[in-house]
């Protein structure tokens, strides 16, 4: 059973930070041999149904609005507009593939990556320059940052789903235009 | 159905020139066409025809090029080359060069697979709640620290937009001079394969018949194009020979062994 | 009694916003006729004795970290400086162009370069004098630390991103050589 005490000073900590708080953290700031796991289950099903969930996201624990009040809240909050097809598709190639050159990027999806989109992914931060791949030229390889897995709520790259599983429905083709444009 | 009012090109009368145009442009290259293509024919990717789907995508390029001659290069090149695939797939199975044309159709298919999984991610990660669009952080974060004076957080991405940032900037400050764009054209190949083949004695890379001066990728796929449809245009008229190994690798090209002789009456003034 | 939904949006709105809100402005974003007091007062029993608590300050509702816990939490969170915008810019321009002078980087830059711009990068320990460039008046050549390259994870000077996969189109090339020398 996680003490009372640990779950506080969790919560304090996690909601005071704004960027994801990671288990090491957790850890130094709890009291020795307090169970970080047992505190964080406890803590997330504190908040459960709330308005504000604690979710695991790009290496740490944070709190978040609920998904399910994204409508109505978008209508208080501005928000920032949402990157366009060829940037998220250009970020979907770094994620599965990094590291990953430019030139091989562009191999996949059969067209030239515009200045447009890798100054919109260097701008957001979803990715960033992870040493030279050992071929002529010596061509800057690509990662994605941990604040693209906070963006999109993943806890790691190993929760992207399995590329056999992307084949196996294909999504309607009229919702992913609506989106795109 | 939507999705065949969307797309005319599967019809078989000519299309709609205007509908078309603005379908291409809508289109990030060749590739992504194709795939749209071949989700038209409705299977599973791994069954696709490539033969129907080289038919469609001829047939929107044929189309487009009657309503603006000048396409990029790299919708020719492509149309080129799969217009190769398919007089190789039609050859009876058995012979070498249909079996070349087999593994690049196998090719062709995985590369539009792989593009249409990466597609399904995009899709898949766009519909995941954004921080910042959907789900929200805390919007007053409390520091508790005091500031750590001797440290200074900074990381590579940063620096990347600083520099690019930085480099914006000054060019702004420089009078602009608009780049020169001189295009090597068909008619520039055509003169020039017809010299250059004559001398060649053997298959000689499609490359080593460009031209030596070409600054940039623009010029250099412009290049590519053209000297591609100048030799298909000296092959249909049985002055050279064409031949490539494998699918995306090097087109390499020959003199007509018998008979002919590769110049012509232009290449001598 | 107060609407549980309210009560969810209303903690979502606080915990976003990174200003106190209002009661006006909650009236606002609340469904029409909810009643605002005894919505915020149902919030604030709910984080009673919690790490978090809703205080109202500041003209508006807020959440702050419960008091008696703030001390054990000041160990653990770091907040590391910033290096403005115009040091970062400097700081990039002197890594690529490296040994540069003065002049040469706001030329670059299209923008003066302050001294406490230098300052700034000199105490961080991340740029170096490295001797003199020979043209009138012998200009100081700047050039970046053993630490730039420790603290960016690069393993040498050659592990930077290459210029042509920043830009897609450079500029101008000519132009900007002829001027460097």
């Known amino acids: 059973m996680a003490d009372a005490d640990h779950i506080r000073l969790a919560e304090a900590l996690v909601f005071a930070s704004g960027v994801p708080v990671s ?11 307090a169970d970080v796991a047992a505190v964080m289950a406890a803590l997330c099903a504190q ?7 604690l979710v695991e996201a790009g290496g740490g624990w944070q709190f978040r609005t609920a998904e399910d009040l994204a ?21 979907a190639i770094v994620a599965y593939h990094q590291p990953v050159t430019r030139a091989e990027v562009e191999e996949i999806r059969g067209a030239a990556l515009s200045q447009a989109t890798l100054d919109a992914l260097l701008d957001a931060n979803m990715i960033i320059p992870r040493g ?11 990662a994605t940052t941990p604040e693209f897995l906070s963006h999109f709520g993943l806890p790691d790259l190993r929760d992207l789903p399995r590329r056999e599983d992307l084949l196996v429905e294909p999504p309607a083709r009229g919702e992913e235009e609506a989106e795109g444009t | 159905m939507a999705e065949a009012a969307a797309h005319p090109v599967a019809a078989n009368d000519t299309p709609l020139a205007e509908g078309l145009l603005l379908h291409l442009d809508g289109f990030d290259g060749p590739l992504d066409l194709l795939l749209e293509l071949a989700r038209g024919q409705k299977v599973d990717l791994a069954r696709i025809s490539i033969l129907a789907l080289v038919d469609q995508y ?49 090719v062709l298919a995985a590369r539009l697979r792989d593009l249409q999984a990466i597609r399904a991610a995009a899709v898949w990660l766009g519909a995941r709640p954004q921080l910042g669009i959907e789900v929200f952080a805390r919007g007053a974060p409390e520091a508790f620290a005091e500031t750590e004076t001797a440290g200074i957080t900074a990381e590579l991405g940063g620096l990347m937009r600083a520099y690019m940032a930085a480099l914006r900037r000054g060019t702004r400050h420089r009078s602009y001079k608009p780049a020169r764009i001189s295009l090597w054209g068909v008619k520039d190949a055509l003169a020039r394969l017809a010299v250059l083949v004559g001398v060649l004695p053997d298959w000689a890379d499609l490359a080593r018949f ?24 000296m092959a249909k008229s049985g ?25 012509t009456e232009e290449s001598d003034g």
């Open chain 2, 210 to 233: 460009l031209p030596e001066s070409m600054t940039g990728p623009l010029e250099r796929r412009a290049a590519v194009a053209s000297t591609l449809i100048a030799s298909l245009e």
């Open chain 2, 58 to 106: 001829l047939v929107v390029i044929e189309g487009a090029r009657r309503v603006r001659l000048e396409l990029a290069a790299d919708w020719l090149v492509m149309a080129a080359w799969l217009a190769w695939l398919k007089s190789r797939l039609l050859l009876p199975k058995g012979l070498e060069p249909a079996d070349e044309a087999e593994i690049a159709a196998e």
């Open chain 1, 71 to 91: 409508p109505r809240l978008k209508r208080v909050v501005k928000v920032p507009r949402r990157l366009p097809r060829a940037a998220m598709e250009t970020l």
């Open chain 1, 47 to 53: 908040y459960a149904g709330r308005g504000v969930s």
């Open chain 2, 239 to 263: 002055l050279l020979r064409l031949r490539q190994e494998d699918a995306f690798g090097p087109i390499l090209l020959r003199r007509q062994d018998f008979g002919v002789d590769g110049r």
């Open chain 1, 23 to 33: 288990d090491r953290a957790l850890t130094q700031a709890l009291p020795d041999g």
């Open chain 1, 132 to 142: 030279r791949k050992e071929t002529p030229g010596r061509p800057t390889l690509w």
